[in-house]
């Protein structure tokens, strides 16, 4: 009497049309009843339950032996199911199609519509709301969305009492791809990103009530792979952000830590949440630490350089306090020798030996400062964490999506095959995504809006036994693609280099001291990306090798050259790791790396300036005979003040727009030929300059063309060109700008 | 840049760094050294500022890279960062010229002082189409060169004798001396990475900077 509601009508009932549960106690007595929207179950004589039509899936059980199950129905329920018997087949069919006629009712199929279409049978998949009552880890949590025969399935809602929130996907009963969570109260957060088996699995954000949000990778719920934690306000008494490794939950293995209260770069090892191991450190105040630490404190030896120069050798007591033995140099190179104790805020207690740079025998360690880095500065870069263990997990994390063992090295041909699949299967997820995204996914969606470029999209033919000039200027075209692109594995990998990279080098972490470091982890990602491409295209050289392909056919991609040796005219395509990558990579790296390039360089590039400045305050005749040029490429129908070698001058200046040392070196090259265009064009074709001539007129060009940094352009250029350049012609030229610094 | 004889083509490749003041003819000897008689000639970009020759000797494939220098006296300072790294220096003097070959002593002092015994000196007078004139006694010549370790040849680009003979003794020397290096660390790879002691000898060139104004 209690279900008795103006709309419910019965439509069928158990003691009129017999039906009975199978298995259920002899004496029991059990009352099937079908309401409008209802099956209600009555057992004995007061108990009911009722289970919503919509989500109840009928089947009719194919005929056995067991006689229990003779003419029997089988029915799904979300938290259970029931097996139903009738006396005999006809009743079984009479109650199958009330059933399913219910069914479809209280599921508001229109039965005309679907009738016609010859269909009896609800759909397996439904949409519809059920609240559950039983499953202890779902009690009183109501579900929207779509199911599967009795399971959540596809996209859904799940409402908690507490006013927990989920939205997003299913499979079998479980959260399982991209869905967002909300969770209220001081333990409340939100979520969004992918799930697996009902957790937090793979990608996401996850947002913590007080402020902190983790961006990163998800195991089992928890923290796991490379992520970045975000605690605290700038206001508050704890703030920081840590970009590294984690395993369940905690932070683990390498990582970047900067205190935002402190003004503390931390770049080194940790584990279970403490920093321990190797570190390198920055701070505010311009102190560089190079140690290690153990459970969160700093212990042992350790390597400090402060800012004017001064530099500590010794064993230490916490971070940027000496205590122990130890050495300590200043910048005019007077030793301290004996045990420290103390910081350098509070003032050091001392008991040592002092000796006096100026007045002993043995010459000044290190030549004065500016130019040079000094001793102590070789050493630095050799502690610390090496640069091939940094972000081990990132690399770790394209492995898997590739389909490859993270551990393993050695990748085979198979592996490759494989590698390609999931390449094109990553893709075409995105793509289905683009075509059916009746879904919100702000995360995601930006995605949408970019199209897999066409090269892309094919699994490339080139590249794999052979490497020829067509096929090489294929797969650069493609690698260029892939990096570029946010969805390609590579691009993602390419993206993620790029954000740590930021994490490290920014703010604190702008040190001057840390190139070092930031070159050599240029260097090892540009190692590590290329593996993955390597297995990708298997005819490219190994990592360091360098392959030479005549440049004759294409001079659209011309990287650095030099004359081949059987052909002295023509030029040769360079292919190696470093040609490959960097002109891709290094636009992502580009800002920090060259603000520590300026930083380090900044005496070098100051006195450069200064001079250049006071320079180029002269004419161009003034200029020219001040650096020795000779009169004959003075041209007279320029006027006083007008500009010699203009096209010369317009190309250098391209070296501080141009991110990849090849294409710099390009700039340089092109320079020169401007020059000796220019000369011909005034002292006839057959005119053979010799560097006596040469060398002024290209000072000249340099003064003219006023690069701001340029002892930071010539390092950077230094420190990344394969090494088979020299000895050809782009070494003499890159020299001859080089010798611009040492005026 | 390593100091290497590197080449993973199976070919050795040499860099020959000239010195000499301006007038002593550096430039053509050179010229007429790599001119080719049956083809025109191609200059790379910077014309005679860096030329190459490819030869072949005793059954070895050779790259030899010369690297000219400006002979100005004032840009004296910037030798060593032409001549770092450089397997032989040609250092030229006009035999008329009393001033040139004291120049080339001084040059002597310092690549020797620089660069140590690792590098293959060869004293050239040139210019003995002008005997007539001549002002360095060719024995003085001669007798100096042994004593600092170099080879002393005469030459005249003019008339074009006796460069060949240089060239050619100058590779002999060369090829020598990478055997040698050869057989010292045959268990090193030649193709390796950047020798980190290259990044020292730029640091004892630093302090060496002066300014031109």
């Known amino acids: 009497d209690a279900l008795r509601t103006p709309v419910r009508r019965l439509i069928r009932e158990s003691r009129t049309h017999p039906i009975t549960l199978v298995n259920s106690g002899r004496f029991s007595s059990h009352w099937f009843i079908i309401l409008t929207d209802v099956l209600v179950h009555v057992s004995g004589s007061s108990n009911h339950v009722t289970y919503p039509l919509a989500t109840i899936w009928v089947e009719p059980m194919q005929d056995s032996d067991n006689i229990q199950t003779k003419n029997g129905?089988?029915?799904?329920?979300?938290?259970?199911?029931?097996?139903?018997?009738?006396?005999?087949?006809?009743?079984?069919?009479?109650?199958?199609?009330?059933?399913?006629?219910?069914?479809?009712?209280?599921?508001?199929?229109?039965?005309?519509?679907?009738?016609?279409?010859?269909?009896?049978?609800?759909?397996?998949?439904?949409?519809?709301?059920?609240?559950?009552?039983?499953?202890?880890?779902?009690?009183?949590?109501?579900?929207?969305?779509?199911?599967?025969?009795?399971?959540?399935?596809?996209?859904?809602?799940?409402?908690?009492?507490?006013?927990?929130?989920?939205?997003?996907?299913?499979?079998?009963?479980?959260?399982?791809?991209?869905?967002?969570?909300?969770?209220?109260?001081?333990?409340?957060?939100?979520?969004?990103?992918?799930?697996?088996?009902?957790?937090?699995?793979?990608?996401?954000?996850?947002?913590?009530?007080?402020?902190?949000?983790?961006?990163?990778?998800?195991?089992?719920?928890?923290p796991h792979g490379h992520g970045t934690l975000k605690r605290g306000h700038f206001l508050t008494s704890a703030a920081h952000v840590y970009v590294g490794q984690w395993e369940a939950g905690q932070k683990c293995g390498y990582g970047v830590m900067d205190d935002i209260v402190t003004g503390e770069k931390y770049m080194g090892m940790w584990q279970a949440d403490a920093r321990h191991g190797q570190a390198v450190l920055v701070t505010l105040d311009g102190l560089y630490i190079e140690g290690s630490f153990t459970n969160n404190k700093m212990t042992g030896q350790c390597v400090m350089l402060l800012e004017d120069g001064t530099s500590y050798e010794g064993e230490v007591a916490g971070v940027g306090i000496l205590g122990g033995k130890g050495l300590l140099q200043f910048p005019n190179g007077d030793i301290i020798q004996g045990t420290f104790h103390g910081s350098w805020s509070?003032?050091?207690?001392?008991?040592?030996?002092?000796?006096?740079?100026?007045?002993?025998?043995?010459?000044?360690?290190?030549?004065?400062?500016?130019?040079?880095?000094?001793?102590?500065?070789?050493?630095?870069?050799?502690?610390?964490?090496?640069?091939e263990r940094k972000w081990g997990a990132i690399f770790q994390q394209c492995c898997s999506t590739l389909g490859l063992s993270p551990n393993c090295t050695q990748w085979t041909a198979d592996?490759?095959?494989?590698?390609?699949?999931?390449?094109?299967?990553?893709?075409?997820?995105?793509?289905q995504r683009t075509t059916n995204d009746h879904h919100i996914r702000p995360k995601i969606q930006h995605h949408l809006s970019v199209e897999i470029p066409e090269i892309l999209q094919h699994i490339p033919d080139y590249g794999r036994n052979q490497l020829n000039g067509d096929e090489f200027v294929k797969i650069e075209t493609y690698l260029h693609m892939a990096l570029e692109s946010e969805i390609h594995p590579l691009g993602k990998l390419a993206a993620q280099i790029g954000d740590v990279y930021r994490a490290t080098y920014v703010g604190v972490g702008a040190h001057p001291r840390l190139l070092p470091h930031a070159v050599s982890e240029v260097h090892s990602f540009v190692s590590r990306v290329y593996a993955f491409v390597r297995l990708l295209f298997p005819a490219l050289p190994e990592d360091r090798a360098v392959h030479l392909i005549p440049n004759g056919m294409y001079n659209k991609i011309l990287l650095m050259t030099e004359p081949s040796n059987d052909h002295p005219q023509e030029l040769q395509a360079v292919v190696s790791a470093n040609t490959l990558l960097l002109p891709v990579l290094l636009p992502r790296l580009y800002p920090p790396l060259y603000t520590l390039y300026v930083l380090h360089n900044q005496k070098l590039d100051d006195l450069y300036w200064e001079r250049l400045q006071k320079w180029n305050r002269q004419s161009d005749s003034a200029l020219m005979n001040f650096l020795g040029v000779d009169p004959k490429f003075f041209i007279e129908e320029v006027a006083p003040e007008g500009s010699h070698f203009p096209t010369a001058v317009d190309c250098l200046q391209q070296l501080s727009t141009t991110f990849s040392p090849g294409r710099k070196l390009q700039v340089i090259h092109q320079t020169f030929?401007?020059?000796?265009?220019?000369?011909?064009?005034?002292?006839?074709?057959?005119?053979?300059?010799?560097?006596?001539?040469?060398?002024?007129?290209?000072?000249?060009?340099?003064?003219?063309?006023?690069?701001?940094?340029?002892?930071?352009?010539?390092?950077?250029?230094?420190?990344?060109?394969?090494?088979?350049?020299?000895?050809?012609?782009?070494?003499?030229?890159?020299?001859?700008?080089?010798?611009?610094?040492?005026? | 840049m390593s100091r290497n004889f590197g080449s993973n083509l199976g070919q050795l490749h040499f860099k020959i760094v000239l010195l000499g003041e301006g007038c002593v003819g550096k430039t053509s000897l050179v010229l007429r050294y790599v001119e080719d008689k049956f083809h025109e000639k191609h200059f790379s970009t910077i014309q005679a500022s860096f030329l190459t020759k490819k030869i072949n000797l005793e059954g070895q494939r050779v790259t030899l890279a010369i690297w000219d220098t400006a002979g100005q006296e004032r840009f004296h300072a910037l030798g060593p960062i032409y001549y770092r790294d450089s397997h032989a220096a040609i250092l030229v003097y006009d035999i008329t010229d009393q001033d040139s070959f004291v120049k080339v002593q001084n040059w002597v002092k310092e690549l020797r002082r620089i660069l140590g015994d690792k590098v293959v000196l060869a004293i050239v007078g040139n210019k003995i189409d002008l005997d007539k004139e001549r002002n360095v006694p060719a024995e003085e010549a001669l007798e100096y060169s042994k004593s600092v370790g170099a080879t002393h040849y005469q030459t005249s680009a003019k008339t074009n004798r006796g460069i060949e003979e240089l060239f050619l003794d100058l590779t002999q020397q060369l090829l020598r001396m990478a055997e040698s290096q050869n057989e010292l660390n045959s268990s090193i790879n030649l193709t390796s990475n950047r020798n980190p002691e290259v990044v020292i000898v730029d640091d004892s060139l630093a302090p060496k900077k002066s300014c031109c104004g």
Request: proline share 4%; glycine share 10%.
């Open chain 1, 346 to 387: 509070d003032g050091i207690k001392i008991n040592a030996t002092l000796t006096k740079a100026s007045l002993t025998a043995q010459s000044p360690l290190s030549p004065p400062t500016g130019l040079s880095i000094g001793h102590f500065q070789q050493q630095n870069g050799s502690s610390g964490v090496p640069a």
């Open chain 1, 73 to 222: 129905l089988s029915l799904t329920m979300p938290e259970e199911t029931m097996t139903l018997a009738c006396p005999t087949a006809g009743d079984k069919m009479e109650w199958l199609v009330a059933l399913q006629s219910a069914i479809r009712h209280a599921l508001l199929i229109d039965d005309v519509g679907s009738s016609s279409s010859g269909r009896t049978t609800p759909p397996l998949v439904r949409s519809a709301s059920y609240t559950f009552t039983k499953l202890p880890h779902l009690k009183d949590v109501t579900y929207k969305g779509a199911w599967l025969c009795g399971k959540m399935h596809g996209e859904g809602e799940l409402n908690w009492p507490d006013g927990r929130v989920y939205k997003g996907s299913f499979r079998q009963n479980q959260q399982y791809g991209y869905g967002s969570s909300e969770s209220f109260g001081p333990n409340g957060s939100t979520y969004e990103g992918s799930w697996k088996d009902g957790k937090m699995n793979g990608y996401g954000i996850l947002k913590y009530a007080n402020g902190d949000v983790y961006e990163g990778n998800f195991q089992d719920g928890q």
């Open chain 1, 415 to 431: 592996d490759s095959l494989r590698a390609w699949d999931q390449i094109a299967a990553v893709l075409n997820q995105c793509k």
């Open chain 1, 673 to 743: 030929q401007e020059v000796s265009r220019s000369v011909q064009a005034h002292l006839g074709a057959d005119y053979v300059m010799n560097m006596d001539d040469l060398f002024p007129v290209f000072l000249f060009v340099v003064v003219r063309s006023r690069i701001r940094h340029l002892g930071t352009e010539i390092h950077l250029i230094e420190d990344f060109i394969d090494k088979h350049v020299q000895n050809g012609e782009l070494d003499v030229m890159f020299t001859t700008l080089e010798v611009f610094l040492f005026l």
